[in-house]
Structure formats: C-alpha cells, structure tokens
C-alpha cells in the first residue's frame, strides 16, 4: 500500500487544477464496474479499488477495464476499513469516495471538486437539495435520515441536510483530520470505525475539525445489481450510536498550519438535476455545474 504522499499547499497537475484519486470499495461488484468505470471523468489522477476479498471477478474486471487501477486489499473487513485502506494509498490533492454499486454518478465528480476549488476543505453530497435526489430511499429511511440530521446538526452546530449519504470529497491535506487507522492489527475483527458507520464518522469528525463544508446536490440511483447490505433500523442506530460516541471520544484531528491562507469563501455547488439512467449503454451527457457563494455551514 502506497503512504500518502501529500503536503499542506495543493499540488496540482500541469494544467493547474487539482489531481483527482477517486477511492472506490468494492466486494463482489464484477457486473457494477463496467457501468461505473464507464461515467469515470478522463483526466482522473488515479483511480483506486479496494477490495474486501471479492469472490468473483471484482479486481480482473477493474483491471481490464482500466489497466492504470490500482487494486488494494483490506487488511481487515467493512466499509470502514476499505476506506481507510483506500485513502492510504491516495497520491493525488483531492480525494473523491464513490460507491461501486451504480447508486453515486460519477458524471457529478466535476460538481465536486467545483466546491473544493472554490474555498472548501469538505464537499459533503445530499440528495435533499435543489437539483439533488433519490430513486431509491424509502419513506421511512428518509423519516430517519431527518431525525438524525437534526441531532447531529444540534450536537455538532453543522448543517448537515442529508447526514446518511456517503458521496464526498475533500482535499487530500484533511485526511490527518479524519484520523483514521489503516494498520494491519493482525486482527480480523472489526474496530470502532471499520463498518458502515464510517461515513457517520467522517462527517463528524469534519465538523470536530473546523472544516469548511460545502452541500452538493446529488441523485442517487438504485443499485444496479447484486443486493445492499444495509438495514434500516440496525444502521440507523449505529448511526446514532456513532454520532453519541464520536460527541464525547475525542477522537479526529486537525488541519496543519498554514493551510487555510488565502481560501476564497465557502460554496454549495449548484447544477440542474441528473439525468435519469436508461441503461448501461445508453448515458446521456450531465449538465455543467456552476456554483453560487455562501455561508459557511461547518
């Protein structure tokens, strides 16, 4: 696994904008891939695949469908793990988590790191927000995602509209704040972190940190093939469990010094809403994303 080699400035490619490390965890996601890796931007830094002991073809059909991938193994289990392995390994300034299912549209990263570009540290997605949306949430997953954008919102004076969604971005110079561990314990177990409530984590320790937090609106889809591990009920309160525990753990880190000098006011990108999925082979083109000023929401 590759350390990460970044430094407080932002370095940049030679065309100037920033270099994109996509990390995406997969297991058993062979049939997703092709659909994914096909709405990937061309001008990627790198693309990064973990893979948490896939049985089928997941890591052969990422390699022939991008040669230049870079396939790493968990060293442990969960989603968690995957994207602290992931992140270890991250050579470029900004880091873009995206799921391997077909649920995140990858058409959307330039929105992203629009945010990223324009004064934010963290771009955090919501399918809440005018031009974002869902075609897979239930009633009742969405009855809970408010409550616990409520509480969250209260216990750590963010403004957070859609707390259960985990397509993010951030500069890759965060990555102390998030302060998570991809050491080899010797251990199978999971830790404190290494499940699905690492995007509850994540969230909170941007906002333990001071982060600037930019909303970006966001469609999710459903998942393509194979089925979700997630449960409403148990998720939903590890999720509250998480925000509890990471309230009083201490646990997070912060920026280095001197990397916030000169940052622009925060934004929340704007752009029309996604165009709705047809088929694999059949993708129309997204929207440009602009974006509006304004206020910091962290």
């Known amino acids: 696994m590759r350390p990460h080699q970044g430094t407080a400035a932002h370095r940049h490619d030679s065309t100037g904008a920033p270099r994109i490390s996509v990390v ?18 061309e001008d990627l830094h790198e693309v990064i695949v973990v893979d948490g002991r ?7 059909v990422a390699r022939s469908l991008r040669p230049d991938v870079v396939v790493v193994q968990q060293n442990r289990r969960g989603k968690g793990n995957a994207m602290a392995c992931g992140f270890a390994a991250v050579t470029g300034d900004v880091v873009v988590m995206l799921d391997a299912d077909g649920s995140a549209d990858p058409r959307e990263i330039p929105a992203y790191v629009g945010a990223l570009t324009s004064g934010a540290d ?13 075609a897979d949430i239930t009633r009742l997953r969405a009855w809970g995602n408010r409550w616990l954008n409520r509480v969250v919102n209260v216990l750590y004076g963010t403004s957070y509209s859609d707390l259960c969604y985990g397509y993010n971005a951030f500069w890759a110079r965060c990555l102390p704040v998030l302060a998570l561990d991809a050491a080899d314990t010797g251990r199978d ?53 998480a ?13 280095p010094p001197g990397t916030r000098a000169g940052v622009p ?9 996604a165009p709705r999925r047809t088929s694999g082979d059949d993708v129309p083109a997204l929207p440009r994303a602009g974006a509006v000023p304004v206020e910091d929401v962290a």
């Open 54 to 60: 896939s049985v089928d073809d997941t890591v052969a």
């Open 265 to 273: 006011p925060v934004v929340r990108s704007r752009r029309a809403t």
């Open 189 to 241: 177990r999971k830790q404190w972190g290494d499940g699905f409530e690492i995007e509850t984590i994540i969230n909170t320790r941007v906002a333990k940190g001071g982060l600037r937090i930019a909303e970006v609106p966001s469609f999710e889809f459903p998942r393509l093939h194979g089925q979700s591990n997630l449960n409403t009920w148990r998720d939903g309160f590890r999720v509250l469990r």
């Open 243 to 255: 925000l509890l525990v990471e309230r009083v753990n201490g646990a997070g880190g912060t920026l």
């Open 24 to 41: 995406i965890p997969t297991y058993n996601e062979a049939r997703n891939l092709p659909h994914v890796f096909a709405l990937l931007p």
């Open 122 to 134: 963290f771009a955090k997605g919501t399918r809440f927000a005018p031009g974002g949306g869902s």
